[in-house]
């Protein structure tokens, strides 16, 4: 996860830079910027590098965005997340330098696959659930479980990115309203306060997804699924699960209930884990990798483009100046990435 990254060398005042890196492709696009594949030239590690523009972020929601992603993130180390190495910046750009995942988003991958078998979204499932184990155990809610922020290894193990929209909770609720219509839960649509079954609730969209080839909600309009939702027309229609078994549909079906109350999740993941679909899963053997994935992504051009930064935030333009004072702290460097 980064380990033998940099240098003492590298980390004097000034000494991390652009000009450091080697940018070798765009695998990703945002609101704000670009998502390279590169390799830190000393040492020739890869790595993915989020490229900021800060010409292009103008409204203080999107420098809350930018930061609170750092902030989260500083703070994470887990198998089954894009971990992060170092953050820096220069006069025009902030960049945030990750583990490459070089199997492709999972948006990718469903656009090629078009569908998943059941063992294979069953790992995807596993693999999402112990990463909002690990989140959830310290108070943190995603709020944007989706395929374009799942990213897959060479191996073909999912892991969970972007923190832009996470919330730090201390009991366990939040009460803004963040999330990307089609894959939030309905108490966020409806701006209702959100627990962590909330982020169950995205699991299960996802898995829908993964496994039918299509969204439980089709339109990706606010309104409509507003509509769907008040009116409870999810979109479940029991012969669409043709060949799965009854425990899967099951534990969709759990995930997928419009009040969260009385979803599969609202008392915990150990619930979530306790669910017959996951009989006989060796969760210990996900968590470390030693499990062998059923799936294996092709290593191509397997990015799908996608925006990391909702532009709903966008508001009047502020001078660069400005940001970049209201940015001075973004610096990390993860104690793992120290040779």
Not at 121 to 142: D, P, Q, W
């Amino acid at each position: 996860m980064g380990n033998c990254f940099v240098s003492h060398e590298e980390l004097k005042t000034g000494c991390l830079s652009r000009e450091k890196f080697d940018f070798e492709r765009v695998i990703g696009k945002g609101g704000f910027g670009c998502v390279w594949e590169g390799k830190f030239l000393e040492t020739n590690k890869k790595c993915a590098i989020k490229e900021i523009k800060k010409s292009l972020i103008t409204s203080e929601n999107s420098i809350f965005v930018i930061l609170n992603e750092l902030k989260i993130l500083t703070n994470l180390n887990f198998s089954l997340l894009v971990n992060p190495i170092v953050a820096f910046q220069d006069k025009k750009c902030l960049y945030l330098v990750l583990d490459l995942k070089s199997g492709g988003d999972l948006r990718y991958n469903l656009i090629v696959q078009e569908k998943f078998s059941e063992a294979q979204g069953k790992f995807f499932a596993c693999c999402m659930v112990l990463t909002l184990e690990y989140l959830h155990s310290r108070n943190i809610l995603h709020r944007d479980i989706k395929p374009e922020n799942l990213l897959l290894d060479s191996e073909g193990y999912l892991h969970l990115t972007d923190f832009g929209i996470a919330c730090i909770t201390k009991n366990g609720m939040c009460n803004d309203f963040s999330g990307t219509p089609g894959y939030m839960s309905p108490e966020t649509v409806l701006k209702k306060p959100q627990s962590f079954a909330s982020d169950f609730f995205s699991v299960g969209a996802v898995l829908y997804e993964v496994l039918l080839g299509r969204r439980p909600f089709e339109s990706l309009d606010r309104k409509v699924i507003i509509n769907q939702i008040q009116n409870g027309e999810i979109n479940f229609a029991l012969k669409d699960f043709d060949g799965l078994s009854r425990n899967c549909i099951d534990f969709i079906a759990s995930l997928l209930v419009l009040n969260q109350k009385k979803r599969l999740g609202r008392f915990g993941v150990d619930e979530v884990k306790s669910h017959l679909w996951f009989k006989g899963v060796d969760w210990d053997s996900i968590r470390n990798k030693t499990f062998r994935p059923p799936f294996k992504p092709q290593l191509l051009d397997n990015f799908s483009s996608f925006a990391n930064m909702d532009l709903k935030y966008k508001r009047k333009v502020e001078r660069v100046g400005n940001i970049s004072n209201k940015l001075i702290g973004y610096f990390y460097v993860s104690p793992f990435a120290i040779k």
